[in-house]
């Protein structure tokens, strides 16, 4: 469930819901039908399924409970298209959701339709002291820009599978040109982390508290594609030195060598992307590296991952120094601490276990659901990547997946101690 002591009205609320879901559809642009029918892996979901589930999420939690007398568009849907939510009944087999040929894309695009024109029917008849109202809006909107991030993420992962590799859509690359890496120091104290109610968050941000973090170093950027080739080609998948065991015994049983998407030719490193199948640029970050992979890179060169709260705490200095300085003092994040790409490059894994916060306490109702009953056996991500929505982006974001996912646009920062 979200929270926020600065709503929206229900104005806002409406713009913004239009605007998102008119950005999902556009996503979808220059896919095929038969693309958006992909199933890759039992972790990704087709993106007609994601199309389709968003609008369920609106019809589900919000038009059901709140529009009078609403006749759902197909009663089917609530079976086919709930994720995970229990309390709202039996799901549709997540592993098989790319056999669901039927209903078929213009079908799924009519549901979307007629949840729209629902939706902006409540939004324009009701007031804004309908807080619950309110904060379901706004949590199924960050909900369908969750599932953007996500479609793109699965259909990369679906295109790859094809030998041909395909891009998703021809794009420009960026130039990278990145600084030495240098370590920024962080003082040891008592710091504040965790959302504190003035915009939009998701449950699992809060609730703000104290924590002690030891002094300790945060490199100034992300680990590189040329970084990481040395750590190849130097052995780091043949030396067990690196590897957790867990990480080590997948290693051996799926023979991997390299991050997922990288494909080696004529002994030269290519790497795919939405954009197809292109050189790998030594001084870009390297990205789809999972925790495994992170964790044995930072111990090849006797550093570490940071932890969530050290990350935080370095990301909240960040965020001062971008209100404070003035777009020409800090170009895209590069600040005076030194600290670049903390936020909307890539996902950065940190040490720490996906828990609860102290004090959390899961809502009621089947929205309850959304984050808490996930917190067991995966791993913190923070600072988004270049498909998160900007709205996403803040200090107290936090991500998390299983320790061996790689289809994430996920990098590496290393710490160090002081």
Request: charged share 20%.
């Amino acid at each position: 469930m979200s929270r926020s002591d600065a709503r929206p009205t229900l104005v806002e609320l409406a713009n913004s819901f239009q605007r998102v879901r008119k950005y999902s559809l556009d996503l979808v642009s220059p896919l095929s039908e038969e693309d958006m029918q992909l199933q890759s892996m039992p972790d990704a979901s087709p993106s007609k399924w994601h199309l389709a589930h968003t609008s369920w999420a609106f019809e589900t939690f919000i038009l059901k409970p709140y529009f009078p007398n609403y006749q759902d568009f197909d009663p089917s849907f609530e079976y086919l298209f709930n994720s995970y939510y229990n309390a709202v009944g039996e799901q549709f087999s997540r592993l098989k959701r790319g056999l669901l040929s039927r209903p078929n894309l213009a079908t799924v695009l009519n549901y979307r339709l007629h949840v729209n024109e629902h939706m902006q029917t409540l939004l324009n008849k009701e007031n804004d002291e309908n807080h619950s109202l309110i904060n379901l809006v706004q949590l199924m909107t960050n909900h369908e820009q969750q599932h953007q991030e996500l479609l793109l993420t699965d259909v990369k992962h679906a295109l790859f599978i094809n030998p041909a590799y395909p891009a998703y859509q021809k794009a420009k690359q960026p130039n990278y040109h990145p600084h030495p890496m240098t370590w920024t120091s962080i003082e040891s104290g008592i710091h504040h982390i965790g959302h504190a109610n003035e915009t939009f968050y998701f449950d699992n941000e809060g609730p703000k508290h104290k924590v002690y973090v030891e002094e300790f170093e945060l490199a100034n950027r992300l680990v590189t594609c040329g970084e990481y080739i040395e750590f190849i080609e130097n052995g780091g998948y043949q030396e067990s030195s690196f590897w957790l065991s867990e990480a080590w015994y997948q290693l051996k049983e799926k023979n991997t060598l390299a991050p997922l998407y990288w494909v080696k030719k004529e002994d030269k490193w290519f790497h795919y992307t939405l954009s197809g199948l292109i050189p790998v640029d030594l001084n870009a970050p390297v990205t789809h590296t999972n925790y495994f992979e992170a964790n044995a890179y930072a111990a090849s060169i006797n550093k570490r991952l940071p932890t969530e709260h050290e990350w935080e705490v370095a990301a909240r200095i960040v965020t001062k120094q971008l209100r404070e300085a003035s777009p020409t003092q800090a170009p895209n994040g590069c600040l005076g601490s030194g600290l670049q790409q903390m936020f909307g490059e890539l996902w950065q894994w940190t040490s720490s276990s996906y828990n609860a916060y102290p004090g959390f306490k899961i809502s009621e109702g089947a929205t309850g659901e959304y984050n808490g009953k996930f917190m067991v056996n995966q791993y913190v991500l923070r600072g988004g990547s270049f498909v998160t929505p900007k709205g996403h982006i803040r200090p107290s974001y936090r991500n998390f997946f299983y320790p061996g996912a790689s289809w994430q646009f996920s990098g590496i920062r290393l710490a160090a101690n002081a």
